[in-house]
């Protein structure tokens, strides 16, 4: 638990003319479960997808697990854009999990988990399969293997979301409000889920939410975030309890008003 | 004018020639199309904006272009550049190429209909862009996209009469023929339009079932 399997350093983005991220620097260590909360528009999302590679950047570099993500060094040494091969390579260690849970709908429950293990790591399919059920056994739907994503709750989709991100073993699993889109009372059931993935694994978790007891309860560390920076980090105590920045006071102020458990 | 039984049975086999040549030429020109409309929805999606450019460009001079002067210019016109066709391939081809832009404009909506999400979860479980493709937005894009396809190609085969323009003996062409040499139009002209009716009517009955079949199913 020395060195950072993620370090961003400097990283801007820029849609046009508008600096979402402006030479952001974090370390993120192994392990380590993070939550990042900040108000509407402040890059949380953006952090996660440029990870997940869905976004490009503009600046910076950001190491993963020892690697650069968007770079790779040439025959001389000098720090070149990375090739799509690289990229590959260094999505296997990443795994996303998305708000509108983006289930394949065209699959059944069986094949969305087993599809990426069978395609990209060539593993067979009975192996993938028993795999798979182990998973969907964790994340409490083995019964429903073979229903059609159409078939299932929105909690339910979402669990399956997290069985297929598990499927290829990633050592860095992203969450980007991953509870939004749930009726309240299926929110819980996705919670139990990753509580249980934070206590059983070692895996390194960031998540994005607005379930500040969540955060609170699930998180090693949580960064507050506003415009792109961190204004404010440390334990769930320190934030929730004691938060030191008047933006950060505002905004927990703002969310407990708006009827949010802390 | 009174119907004549006797000459409907002479002609009967010619017409059935010609009918065979017109569903050989909707059968080859609706390949073409599926193909060439693939080739051309790829093309105008390409990174290369001169391609890409290009590739629209052809597609709205196809279309601006009426389907019998291409017919025409393919068959007549080519030669004389060291082109030259056989008549049905000749029409195959133009047909085929007509409605390949018709194809494309189907593929292109289908394949955007796909929503980005599912392009992003390919991504985040590492299917590389041409698995992304076979196992993602094809299945997904084609289904819906088979009425509106099915639409054209009924229309297509009421458009191969045009080829009798450039001398392939279809139907149409066949009917006329028979008609000249025996001065008569009625029954060649009525068997014609029946079996074009028939064959249509059978087509949209299928298409109706097609509809059913891949109607748009709500789920992510
Ligand atoms: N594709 C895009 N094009 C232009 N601007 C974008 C794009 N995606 C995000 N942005 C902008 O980047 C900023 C950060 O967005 P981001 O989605 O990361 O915020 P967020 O912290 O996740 O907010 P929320 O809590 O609402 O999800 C916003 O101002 C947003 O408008
Ligand atoms: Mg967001």
Redesign the interface.
Known sequence: MNKPIIRLDKIVKAYGTHTVLDGLSMDVKAGEKIALIGPSGSGKTTILRILMTLESISGGTIEVDGDYLYHMKDASGALVPANEAHMHRMREKIGMVFQHFNLFPHKNVLDNVTLAPILTKGVARAEAEKRAMELLEMVGLADKARHMPAQLSGGQKQRVAIARALALSPKIMLFDEVTSALDPELVEEVLNVMRRLGEETDMTMLLVTHEMGFAHDFADRVLFFDRGRIVEEGPPDAIFRNPKEERTQNFLRKIIAAGHRV | MEWDWEFVRQILPDLFSGLKITIIATVLGAAFAAVGGLVFAILRRSGNRAVARSASFLVEFIRGTPLLVQLYFIFYVLPDLGIRLPALLAGVIGIGLHYSTYAAEVYRSGIENV?R??W??A??????VR?TWV??IL??AIPPMIPALANYLIAMFKETPLLSAITVLELMNQAKSLANSNYRYVEPMTIVGVFFLVISLISVMGVRMLEVRFAP????
Do not use: C, M, T, Y
């Open positions: 929503s999400g599912q992003e979860a991504k985040a479980v590492n299917l590389s698995q196992h993602i299945p997904q199913k709500d789920d992510r």
